[in-house]
């Protein structure tokens, strides 16, 4: 929040815009004026940094449309409303859809300054909040999405931006990225941590069973229905609701879905009664779903209610940076899973996971990392004993093989030494200044080795 609180003052009398401009200026805000209320929305956001100032009674959208508005952009906003004589019925009306305070004309500059510095403190305290909460979710997203490359951090960046949003997001990417991963952590650094996670695969419920098992039914809707059952939009009212692979919905379902979401209510099979639903929708396909709509495959329109952001999740193959790390992590939980002693990563093991073209991507890669951990040979094929397998060479080149090996050992170094420099130029045999370049190039933070050590004791 700048250093000069922001105030979003709208009124339809311009000679009441100057004065009022005039005198919070002279009090050391900084003013946006407007004319009415579109000019105002269009002017917020959900981290805007101010205090949004109403008159209540203005020509077209009045204060109370504007108040309502605003305050489902966020729900924290500070929104003053100011009031004529004999309007403080309406006031109270401000107050109870949660506005932050009331004037009523005329006020004394003075009570109207004071009640602005105390909207525009809480305002900058719950910004700071959730810049905090942020920061602090992108660590704890660092021991769910794994990887140091700058894929992975750009996706736990937007991960952890998105989550705090509480907006619906599509996923997009191919088999095995993770989508389902992402989705949870949506979920869980989210507002609605404390509701339900529900998901449903639309490729896996057969078409005549998709409506039952999104909107619930009634009992006897249809023949089998002996007993009223909810629907996942219902169960996931309070929380997240996950369509994985909503690519497969049928074009019928997208329009009755649609309306759904729009108007925020369902109505089961076999019943007239509409329930309100409130749950986040997070959708993920691994086609792109605006190609889809242009050839009549996918309705544009469900799109683009869906989609307020669309999160595209890398391939394996460009983070290979993150392979050997992601490798050794499955191994490791493999192991200890099946009570097997873990089972090094050789030098030949490694340059042939580089090589290797993953075109399943991370569920690939875990499946091989399993059959590591079990020793059954073969680790980069899936039939069994299969001991000289060996991967195909369309994948990274010798210097990207030799760029991620040698990234992998330096990682390894300063995990197993705390992050202590010294340690690590003694275990490597590297002096400083080429320890320091490399770590560099590799956007490797010693800081980071020494909080896993600290959390470690």
């Known amino acids: 929040m700048s250093e000069s609180p922001t ?12 004065a009022v401009g005039q005198w919070l200026g002279l009090a050391g805000f900084r003013v946006q004026a407007c004319g009415d209320g579109a000019q105002a929305l269009a002017r917020l956001h959900a981290d805007f940094d101010g205090v949004l100032v109403t008159d209540l009674k203005m020509p077209g959208m009045d204060g109370i449309d504007l108040l309502r508005q605003a305050l489902a952009l966020d729900a924290d906003l500070p929104v003053v409303v100011i009031t004529g004589h004999g309007g403080v019925e309406k006031a109270v009306e401000a107050m109870r859809l949660g506005a932050y305070d009331f004037i009523e004309k005329p006020f004394a500059p003075e009570r109207f300054v004071e009640v602005l510095r105390r909207a525009a403190e809480k305002r900058r305290l719950t910004l700071e909040n959730r810049r905090l909460r942020r920061e602090v979710g992108a660590r704890e997203l660092e021991h769910v999405l794994l990887g140091t490359s700058t894929a992975a951090q750009a996706l736990r960046g937007a991960v952890a931006e998105l989550a705090a949003a509480d907006v619906g997001v599509v996923l997009v990417g191919e088999t095995g990225t993770g989508k389902d991963l992402v989705a ?8 609605r941590r404390d509701g339900r996670y529900v998901a449903i695969n639309c490729a896996a419920v057969p078409e005549s069973m998709v409506e039952s098992e999104l909107f619930g039914h009634e009992a006897g809707a249809f023949t089998g229905a002996a007993r009223a059952r909810c629907g996942k939009l219902e169960h996931a009212h309070g929380g997240t609701l996950f369509l994985d692979e909503i690519e497969s919905m049928p074009l019928a379902m997208q329009a009755k879905m649609l309306r759904a979401l729009q108007e925020r209510s369902i109505e ?13 929708v997070i959708a993920a396909s691994k086609r792109d779903l605006r190609e889809a709509g242009a050839r009549g495959e996918f309705r544009a329109d469900l799109y683009y209610r869906l989609s307020v952001v ?8 460009e983070r290979p940076e993150d392979i050997a790390l992601l490798f050794e992590f499955f191994a490791s939980s493999a192991a200890r899973a099946h009570g097997r002693e873990p089972r090094p990563v050789g030098g030949a093991l490694l340059g042939e996971l580089l090589s290797h073209p993953w075109p399943g991507n991370v569920r690939e890669l875990r499946n091989a990392a399993e059959r590591h951990a079990l020793g059954l040979g073969g680790v980069l094929l899936a039939g069994f004993g299969a001991e000289d397998a060996r991967p195909s060479a369309a994948g990274a080149s010798l210097v990207q093989q030799m760029e991620c090996f040698e990234r992998q050992v ?6 197993e030494c705390g992050g202590r420099i010294h340690d690590v130029m003694a275990h490597l045999d590297l002096p400083r200044r080429t320890l320091n370049e490399k770590m560099a190039r590799y956007g490797l933070e010693r800081a980071r080795y020494l909080e896993a050590e600290r959390s470690e004791h």
């Open 7 to 18: 105030v979003l003052f709208v009124d339809d009398e311009a000679a009441m815009r100057a």
């Open 184 to 191: 949870r952590c949506l979920h869980d650094f989210g507002p």
């Open 268 to 280: 089961r099979l076999g019943s007239n009664r509409a329930i309100a639903v409130d749950a986040r």
């Open 310 to 317: 669309e999160l595209r999740i890398p391939p394996l193959r």
């Open 410 to 415: 330096i990682e390894r170094a300063l995990a």
